[in-house]
């Protein structure tokens, strides 16, 4: 079954066609359809690649090291829906890549799902000895994105130190200036709903 829809896709002569053939091969939830799924997020057809990141989502952990060895840095349309996957699947294998996108991407789309990606990583896939340094790093860029021109990115940097900080069984150091930030984001952000969302990051977080 999985190999008629892979060769659906490699034989899809519209653009509808292709997007109709990823969408099937993302339901099937195969793992057989990994590489094809990731061939096509280097297509030009933004609908089959959302078709395709929602099916390598799906998969999640499986996907992980496939995307990590086939991320291409000359095709930057891959790398960026790549990117959007690793977010959402949220295995620590990924970690660099999120740190790296959302502090230096020049697409505010990819650093918000970068940025989201970093408050949700699953750290206890990680081995232990190496998660609060991995934390730490986490918290650091997610500091500096608050900061990003963009407000969707700080409005994502917002949502992912509150998801950080709140998934952290003992108090960590980094708590307090993660609470002076968003001190800073209430009082002083230009946009009305990254303060706002601040705002209710400290209040779910009960920070004074």
């Known amino acids: 079954m999985a190999l008629e829809l892979i060769q659906a896709v490699e034989q899809a002569d519209s653009s509808e066609g ?3 053939a990823v969408k099937a091969l993302a339901a099937a939830s195969s793992t057989q359809a990994i590489p094809t799924l990731i061939t096509v997020l280097g297509y ?3 609908g089959a690649a959302v078709a395709a ?3 390598l989502i799906k998969l999640g952990e499986p996907a992980v090291l496939p995307l990590l060895e086939q991320l291409d840095g000359y095709n930057y349309g891959a790398r960026a829906w790549a990117v959007r996957a690793l977010a959402a699947i949220g295995d620590p294998r990924g970690l660099e890549i999120l740190l790296d996108a959302a502090a230096n991407d020049f697409a505010l789309s990819v650093r918000r799902a970068a940025a989201r990606g970093l408050g949700t990583i699953c750290w206890e896939l990680m081995p232990a000895e190496q998660v609060v340094e991995a934390q730490i790093s986490a918290v650091k860029t997610l500091l500096q994105a608050s900061r990003d021109p963009e407000w969707v990115v700080r409005y994502a940097a917002a949502g992912g130190l509150e998801a950080l900080a709140g998934g952290v069984a003992v108090k960590p150091d980094w708590l307090a200036d993660v ?5 800073e984001i209430i009082d002083r952000d230009e946009t009305a ?3 706002a969302r601040a ?3 400290k ?3 009960s920070l004074g």
């Open 199 to 201: 705002l209710l990051a």
């Open 193 to 195: 709903s990254v303060r």
């Open 53 to 55: 990141v929602d099916g």
């Open 18 to 20: 292709l997007l109709n």
């Open 44 to 46: 030009n057809n933004p």
């Open 179 to 183: 609470s002076a930030r968003f001190d």
């Open 203 to 205: 209040q779910r977080l």
